[in-house]
Nanobody
Framework: VQLQAFGGGLVQAGGSLRLSCAASGFTFDDYAIGWFRQAPGKEREGVSCISSSDGTPYYADSVKGRFTISSDNAKKTVSLQMNSLKSEDTAVYYC?????????????????????????WGKGTLVTVSS
């Protein structure tokens, strides 16, 4: 399994970026996939995740209303549309995924999706938001 994330870059505060993650060797059947980020000097955090258990995505409070995650199972991609970017969104963003047991169920929108214990990680893509 390989996850390749791209789309990062430098953007001014208030601007938008779209990150995409291409998954090869990964079957979008029973899965959890999402975006994580790590800012300098901070721990990695789950930004937004989605699973096959329920289509309702999880969003960290800091990005709710600004970021939107979407997946295209046919193309095996997951994207993160980031709007109204703030300087505090500056971080390295990672795409990660895990194959779930078919019986796995998450409460819709639960942070547990991001805490699934992702097995596969892509190389990060840097997002820098200038103020």
């Amino acid at each position: 399994v390989q996850l390749q994330a791209f789309g990062g870059g430098l953007v001014q505060a208030g601007g938008s970026l779209r990150l995409s993650c291409a998954a090869s060797g990964f079957t979008f059947d029973d899965y959890a996939i999402g975006w994580f980020r790590q800012a300098p000097g901070k721990e990695r955090e789950g930004v937004s995740c989605i699973s096959s258990s329920d289509g309702t995505p999880y969003y960290a409070d800091s990005v709710k209303g600004r970021f939107t995650i979407s997946s295209d199972n046919a193309k095996k991609t997951v994207s993160l549309q980031m709007n109204s970017l703030k300087s505090e969104d500056t971080a390295v963003y990672y795409c990660a995924a895990v194959v779930l047991d078919a019986s796995t169920w998450y409460e819709p929108g639960s942070e547990d999706v991001c805490k699934s214990g992702m097995d596969y990680w892509g190389k990060g893509t840097l997002v820098t938001v200038s103020s």
